[in-house]
């Protein structure tokens, strides 16, 4: 669209519909990888494994939630 030179507001407007659609789906992975990966490291994990677990999930947020 920038290549096309279309209008600002509309090439904004599709890159903040991309940022929605990705933090969804971003969110939807997140959920689904708590409640079987995250479950699996709990149930059947050792304290290392856990705190491993709990430490690249706190990076990933770290990372997600920056502005």
Sequence with gaps: MVEEDHYCVNV???INAVIWLLRNVN???LEN???TCAVEK???GTIDDI???VA???R???VGTRK
């Design 12 to 14: 904004s407007q599709q």
């Design 27 to 29: 969110n939807m992975l």
């Design 33 to 35: 990888h708590l409640k």
């Design 42 to 44: 709990f149930q059947n």
């Design 51 to 53: 705190d491993s677990f």
């Design 56 to 58: 690249e999930l706190v």
């Design 60 to 62: 990933v947020w770290d």
